[in-house]
């Protein structure tokens, strides 16, 4: 029995499933959204039942979040060894053989959730999970490229549950957060390679370009940035969890 706890802590530590928490509340804004909504009718996080589809949303965020978690140590063991000795598979606590296993077995879960929420949010997950895959492997060796990368799946992500999702204005949000988070980390860290001039210039490009795509798409689809129906007293939470992201980075 002992043992078996220590292979599920062990499980729970590569894949950091205690900060799945922001995935799967993303997930489900989304899906709140689209189930109120009339005009997604046709969704099938819409036609399905609210707590299938908190369900589906919930597999799909934690499937991917313990996918990135779990590739990003099975690729970075020699790394790890060296600089985070701590690390499950540095540590010895798991071979990298069983960290692979539970690397495609979370994306497998992922891809199940997906399933449930129709061929479209299948289509996302694997958009999402090729995005993180990219991002391990190539996009955090070069920061011009990586951190626009992690926005985007970010906002991929997001989006599995209603790819035509009209109201962007969260999506963009969480997108810009993302990439804010990923330079600071990078720049506080001293990851290597250093966030030159031209890797800072080249990512402000790439969020101008997608944060275009992202709020100007429903506007050239004659919607506006905020719903119709919606009270625009509903701007005060998100302004001010941007004020206190702010207070809290500076501190």
């Known amino acids: ?5 220590l292979r599920i802590i062990t499980a ?5 499933l205690t900060m799945a928490f922001g995935a799967v509340a993303d ?3 989304v899906i709140l959204l689209t189930h109120d909504s009339s005009q997604y009718v046709y969704v099938e996080a819409h036609k399905m039942g ?7 949303g919930a597999t799909v965020a934690i499937g991917l979040f313990a996918y990135g978690a779990s590739l990003n140590d099975v690729l970075d ?9 701590e690390r499950p ?8 053989g069983q960290a692979i296993v539970v690397t495609i077995g979370s994306l497998l879960v992922a891809m199940l959730g997906g399933v449930m ?20 492997a190539t996009g955090k060796y070069i920061p011009a490229i990586g951190l626009t990368t992690v926005g985007l799946v970010h906002a991929a992500h997001m989006l599995i549950p209603n790819v035509n999702l009209q109201f962007t204005l969260p999506v963009w949000l969480v997108m810009t957060h993302a990439m804010v988070i990923a330079a600071l980390v990078h720049h506080l860290e001293e990851k290597r390679p250093r966030l030159r001039r031209r890797a800072i210039i080249a990512s ?8 275009f795509v992202l709020l100007g798409t429903p506007m050239f689809r004659g919607e506006g940035l905020w719903p119709n129906d919606a009270n625009m007293l509903g701007l005060i939470c998100p302004i001010g969890a941007v004020i206190c992201f702010v207070a809290v980075a500076w501190w």
Request: hydrophobic share 60%; charged share 10%.
């Open 1 to 5: 029995m002992r043992r078996l706890i």
């Open 12 to 16: 729970i530590q590569l894949t950091r």
């Open 204 to 211: 402000v490009v790439g969020w101008l370009v997608w944060s």
């Open 117 to 136: 929420l129709g061929l479209a949010a299948v289509g996302m997950t694997l958009l999402t999970a090729a995005g993180v895959l990219f991002y391990n």
């Open 77 to 85: 063991a020699r790394h790890d060894s060296t600089f985070s000795p």
């Open 27 to 29: 997930l489900w804004f």
């Open 50 to 56: 609210i707590f299938g589809a908190l369900l589906a």
């Open 89 to 96: 598979i540095p540590a010895g606590r798991i071979r990298v």
